[in-house]
């Protein structure tokens, strides 16, 4: 038996208490946008960080000013058989989970996780089962096998795992940028990402980044009859729909000043290698109740979702929303807007742009206010590693097939930080699926994706200790 | 002592306990919106009946399909000592009250009236201070005063008293067609409307109408990442702003097809008598904030707020609207929207321009639901008649100077029906003033002109007795 497989059967052995500790996890609300959560964040940090520790490496939880971060260090072997250096591993995830409303539309409660059978065999659900617990959950049963079955771990490894991923990482990436020298690695492997299809792994090469955030517009000192103040009284949602209605025009293209300054096509061997995975957009949509893509024309479907920026309105609110009739000119009207950038825009021009954009399009007695919620690039991955030769040599091994490389139309902030501030690539190896229901009601993760993703880790550890 | 001052001296003696009544009544939440305020809105109703059972009339709660209406009929004087006919008046009001909220607005509770010095001395801060309570019990008011003085009343008088009108009287409508022969009388006299200013009474000659609808437009069949999704999938919110933001033009004209169908300009003596009230709009406006009117261009501000119509977004709503960051593309979202209509435009007709509106602007996959809550046209008052000379000279004796004709940007839902169905013409006859905060937070009522408003009922009664 060579040592893999005495790790890989030291992981079926341990499968189920693996599973366990993730459902563990995720009973735990870990909602990092809501500060009446913030404790259970910390319990949730807490519940990682005595994993790690008991894995033997020195596992602490780092104050941040926002969430804490849990930053764990393991020296790797002791004494190497072949000699010579092994690589320094820094393992990337999140505690943090979403906001779990509507309420209404879960089947079972998001902080309960329920087993369902399904076409794939047992799913989880929870919020967080797979964004970002679950993924994380599968590289620390990794940890656990290699370190049950050898009794340490096979490579140098940092485990940091943040509570902020899902709000911006505002306070995490100078928290990244400060402990530089400590964090400092050879490579940042990262699950929070999704496969091609349950029988093929995917590597994506590519994360579009954000910028978020949220536009309030006053108007009167109070809300007023629509009646006696109507023909007269500037109305705030009358105004900030009809500004925000034209953030695109009739082609789907952004009307922001600058938006699009720096971004560059895809490249020809790219969008060809795209066009190979024959994604079906009908299927795509006809999942979710839809039928028509929207986005810009003349822009392909992967191009559309991994290579080109969206403006997405994620909330909007004011006046009154309650039964019947208020008859009712509010004070003011807010609403949440999320870009997603590729990698040549610079989110901050995105962030004035924005403000510029709405400025000139609202009266002059519109007072607005906005507030940013961090900001990320679009980032493009190094695909030509050795540590990309040892994921796909991992991913081919466990399923059989190669993995393909794909676009990730999501975004991690704190990737560009690591990227740049530490001048380091990562490999983003995920394991969710495009019916995850990720940030929506009934998240879900397959019991199958969660034990082949951690095998995949486990022997990532082998490829890479080699 | 002439009668009038007798019945003036016994409004005073009894003015305390008036007040009180008032309050009282205002202590009852009852939201016609709500469904939850049912009962409260049956213990408002309940409370005026009796009162009008103690002055000997006939007074019943009345079922309507909706909250309940009261119908309350009192013969007048036994035995008239002048000889003839005395008038049959038709007296209209309301006890249902708008929501409340925001209630974080709210400086004293909506439910517990409080009573504050202002510059015109004490008002009470209330839901429903003004509208309508206040004013119902200021002719409540007026008849306790003939009542105590007299024994009786000296017109034949019936009380409709209903608990929908903030709602589009949906269900009172038919109520009041249902029960035509009973309700007719000679005229309708409604205190819903409100003074030129604090010492300057008005007679309002025209009312807005209106149509209030509900729009939900529905896309995906549940939230989505809008990572995973952004590019592709519909965004409702996205596609609601954008079809509401086209609601009007750059010249303030509301883009619903057929929307000024019907409409002629207001008559040159009209603009004249309006003109010379010397309407100060920047002082209108700046006493809420605000410094630009909006509207339609080229239009006067009396004009704008009493004459043309409008188009309110009373309430919008979709997505995320908590702390932070939610990165999500909603499954759908929803807006009330509100036309003020003026007379010649057809309600229905611009319930259906504005579904076509909106159909015409959504992309394939949106999903349209519509709810329309209750229309009514724009009317316009005859000024000509015996009664509104009567309630002139009413005003006059009290105030020691003529009212004002005005004009009213409001609506009261089932005028129209007490004009069309019934054939009477309504005297609006009101007592509220600019800044009595209808419909918002800290609506309030002057002491002094709930007094005036009572005593100048107890003359009107006197003047149309003869």
Not at 159 to 174: D, H, M, Q
Not at 303 to 313: F, G, N, Q, S
Not at 430 to 442: A, E, I, K, M, R
């Amino acid at each position: 038996m060579t040592q893999i497989d005495t790790v890989l059967a030291q992981a079926e052995a341990g499968m189920a208490a693996a599973q366990q500790r993730w459902i563990n996890w995720l009973r735990i609300p870990s909602i990092g946008a809501a500060p009446e959560h913030a404790a259970d964040c910390r319990a949730a940090a807490e519940f990682a960080r005595q994993q790690l520790e008991d894995m033997g490496f020195d596992a602490k939880l780092r104050e941040t000013g926002g969430h804490p971060a849990i930053v764990a260090h393991h020296p790797g072997p002791a004494a190497r058989l072949g000699g010579g250096e092994v690589p320094h591993l820094l393992y990337y995830g999140h505690y943090d989970v979403q906001p779990a409303d509507p309420l209404s539309l879960w089947n079972s409660p998001p902080f309960e996780p329920t087993i369902v059978d399904g076409p794939h065999g047992p799913r989880v659900y929870a919020r967080g089962a797979v964004d970002d617990k679950g993924q994380v959950a599968m590289w620390l049963g990794a940890f656990r096998a290699w370190f049950d079955a050898t009794g340490g771990l096979p490579c140098r490894i940092t485990a940091l795992i943040e509570g902020e991923e899902e709000t911006g990482s505002v306070n995490f990436k100078p928290f990244v940028i400060a402990n530089r020298d400590e964090l400092k690695a050879d490579i940042c492997i990262i699950s929070d990402t999704g496969m091609w299809d349950i029988d093929t792994p995917a590597i994506s090469s590519s994360l579009r980044g954000m910028t978020y955030m949220e536009v309030t517009l006053k108007a009167a000192s109070r809300d007023l009859h629509s009646g006696m103040y109507g023909g007269s009284a500037l109305n705030p949602i009358n105004a900030l729909t009809r500004a925000l209605g034209q953030l695109t025009d009739d082609q789907g293209r952004i009307q922001v000043p600058g938006f699009y300054d720096g971004i560059t096509d895809i490249s020809a061997g790219k969008a060809n290698q795209w066009a190979s995975l024959g994604f079906d957009e009908s299927k795509f949509l006809g999942d979710i109740g839809l039928s028509v893509p929207v986005g810009e024309a003349g822009r392909g479907a992967l191009e559309r979702l991994w290579a080109r920026p969206t403006v997405d309105i994620c909330g909007i609110w004011g006046g009154y929303s309650g039964p019947g009739t208020k008859t009712v000119i509010a004070a003011e009207a807010s609403a949440k807007v999320s870009f997603r950038l590729v990698p040549g825009q610079d989110p901050e021009a995105v962030q004035q742009g924005f403000i510029a954009f709405m400025k000139a399009r609202v009266p002059a007695d519109a007072k607005l206010e906005f507030t940013t919620f961090g900001t990320s690039p679009g980032l493009e991955m190094n695909t030509d590693s050795p540590f990309m030769q040892a994921a796909q040599a991992a991913l081919t091994d466990e399923y059989g097939r190669p993995a393909v490389m794909i676009g990730c139309g999501g975004s991690i902030p704190v990737v560009d930080t690591i990227t740049r501030e530490l001048g380091m690539d990562s490999v983003l190896m995920g394991f969710g699926l495009d019916d995850d229901q990720v940030h929506s009601p009934n998240e879900k993760f397959e019991v199958r994706c969660f034990q082949q993703g951690l095998r995949s880790h486990a022997r990532l550890l082998g490829k890479l200790a080699g």
